[in-house]
């Protein structure tokens, strides 16, 4: 079955570069669609897609994030990371990367990480 | 890109039927069949429960349904279940290869 895991710092400190990996288990990493996403939740608000990632190294990305947003894909790792610059608090989330399908939707989550910009 | 349009709370007793609206623009839910729903409990990961508008993926109940009307998706639960309530968001696909969230909707099983 597939699974995907974050893992990052947990905290950042503003202006920093949050770094978060996804690592996914089953084997499957680079078949099928192969595309894999980010998305984020703020405390207490609604999901926010920030980008996603096709194998062949084909992004696109959240508009309004684009400028501090970098995805990128490692298959012989079977990971994909996010880093976001100059992160402020308003960037405190918890994290989710996903597999993203060819119709858009997201059909495979990771747990979540909490993270934190604080000083 | 703005958020796609959902009521903030909806709620049915046990065994009623409820609809949860999505409305968007013809650059997304209106111009692509790539509207999709999905389920998110206090503390967890979402869970897709609609794909493509209408599609069901293997393991969830057929008490959930999807449609669209130009501009609008809706999600139907029948058969409403104390299990049901949790948070629930539309997405869809964009004209600019982009996608979109809803704001979500808090479901209550009275």
């Known amino acids: 079955q597939l699974q995907l895991q974050e893992s990052g710092p947990g905290l950042v400190k503003p202006a920093e570069t949050l770094s978060l990996t996804c690592t996914v288990s089953d084997g499957s990493f680079s078949s099928g669609d192969c595309y894999w996403g980010w998305i984020r939740q703020l405390p207490g608000k609604g999901l926010e897609w920030i980008g996603s990632i096709y194998c062949s190294g084909r992004i696109s990305h959240n508009p309004s994030l684009r400028s501090r947003v970098t995805i990128s894909v490692d298959t012989s790792k079977s990971q994909f990371s996010l880093k976001l610059r100059s992160v402020t608090a308003a960037d405190t989330a918890v994290y989710y990367c996903a597999r993203h399908r060819s119709g858009g939707q997201f059909d495979s989550w990771g747990q979540g990480t909490l993270l934190t910009v604080s000083s | ?110």
Request: charged residues 15%; proline residues 5%; aromatic residues 10%.
């Open chain 2, 1 to 110: 890109q703005s958020a796609l349009t959902q009521p903030a709370s909806v709620s049915g007793s046990p065994g009623q039927s409820i609809t949860i609206s999505c409305t968007g623009t013809s650059s997304d839910v209106g111009g692509y069949n790539f509207v999709s729903w999905y389920q998110q409990h206090p503390g967890k990961a979402p869970k897709l429960m609609i794909y493509e508008v209408i599609n069901r993926p293997s393991g969830v109940s057929n008490r959930f349904s999807g449609s669209k009307s130009g501009n609008t998706a809706s999600l139907t639960i029948s058969g409403l279940q104390a299990e049901d309530e949790a948070d629930y968001y539309c997405g869809s696909y964009t004209r600019s290869d982009t996608l979109v969230f809803g704001g979500g909707t808090k479901l209550t099983v009275l």
